[in-house]
C-alpha cells in the first residue's frame, strides 16, 4: 500500500509568494494532520481534521495560513504572504478508525528566501 | 497539559553493542499512547514502537525494545545489537486516549560508529 503522499518535497520561493502544499492520506484513513519541524521549535502540529473536518486548528501560526481538506484523499496547506521564518520541514500524517498510531508522509522542505 | 522529556540530545553506540534512550514525560490521564519514532537523515518519520499505558508488557519489535515504568512515568527504547542503519534522531511521543493530539520532545541523535 502507498503511504502518505505529499508534495512538492522541496520548495524554494520568495517572501511574499503563495505556497501550496499538498497531501494524500492513506487509503481509508480518517484523521489527517499537519506539522510543522524547525531547529527551533521541534515538531509542532499546526491542524487536524478528522472525516474531512478541521477539529483543532490551534497550532496554526496565524492568518497567512490556511489548510483545507475538500475529500478524504487530498488536503492542501497554504500559507500567504510567505516569510522568510516559515522556512521548515512540513509533514502531513494520517490514522486510520481506531487512531492509534499516525503515519507521516516524507514531508516538504520549504525554503523562504 | 502533556510534557515530553527527552534529557539525552546525542547519544553514540558501537556497531552490534546495546544503546538506551531515555524518555519522560507527565500527564494527569490513565488513558494514554505512547511512541517512538526514527528520523533518519531522509527526514521521514518511521514509527518504531507503541505502547499503551494500559499494558503492563514492555512492547517488543525485533531489535527494538522498551521499558515502560508508568509509576516513574519513564519510557526508554533499547536497541539491541545496533546496526548503521539505526542512525538517525529518535523522537519519543504522548498520545492521550480520546484524544489525536501527539506531543513530541525535542529528539536524540543516535550516532552508530563503525
Known amino acids: 500500500d502507498a503511504g502518505v503522499i505529499q508534495s512538492p518535497r522541496h520548495e524554494v520561493t520568495e517572501m511574499g509568494q503563495e505556497v501550496t502544499l499538498r497531501c494524500k492520506p492513506i487509503?481509508?484513513?480518517?484523521?489527517l494532520f499537519w506539522y510543522r519541524q524547525t531547529m527551533m521549535r521541534g515538531l509542532e502540529l499546526l491542524i487536524y481534521f478528522n472525516n474531512n473536518v478541521p477539529i483543532d486548528d490551534s497550532g496554526m501560526p496565524e492568518d497567512r495560513f490556511s489548510a483545507k481538506m475538500p475529500n478524504a484523499s487530498f488536503s492542501t496547506l497554504k500559507i500567504q504572504p510567505s516569510e522568510p521564518r516559515d522556512s521548515a520541514v512540513y509533514f502531513c500524517?494520517?490514522?486510520?478508525?481506531?487512531?492509534?498510531?499516525?503515519?507521516f508522509g516524507p514531508g516538504t522542505r520549504l525554503l523562504v528566501l | 497539559a502533556q510534557t515530553v522529556t527527552q534529557s539525552q540530545p546525542e547519544m553514540s553506540v558501537q556497531e552490534a553493542e546495546t544503546v538506551t534512550l531515555s524518555c519522560t514525560y507527565d500527564t494527569s490521564e490513565s488513558d494514554y499512547y505512547l511512541f517512538w519514532y526514527k528520523q533518519p537523515p531522509s527526514r521521514q518519520m518511521i514509527l518504531v514502537i507503541r505502547?499503551?499505558?494500559?499494558?503492563?508488557q514492555n512492547a517488543t519489535e525485533n531489535r527494538f525494545s522498551v521499558n515502560f515504568q508508568k509509576a516513574a512515568k519513564s519510557f526508554s527504547l533499547k536497541i539491541s545489537d545496533s546496526q548503521l542503519g539505526d542512525a538517525a534522531m529518535y523522537f519519543c511521543?504522548?498520545?492521550?486516549?480520546?484524544?489525536?493530539?501527539?506531543?513530541f520532545g525535542k529528539g536524540t541523535k543516535l550516532t552508530v560508529n563503525p
Open positions: 505502547q499503551e499505558a494500559y499494558k503492563q
Open positions: 511521543a504522548l498520545r492521550k486516549g480520546g484524544s489525536e493530539k501527539l506531543v
Open positions: 487509503s481509508g484513513h480518517n484523521s
Open positions: 500524517a494520517s490514522s486510520g478508525q481506531r487512531r492509534e498510531t499516525q503515519y
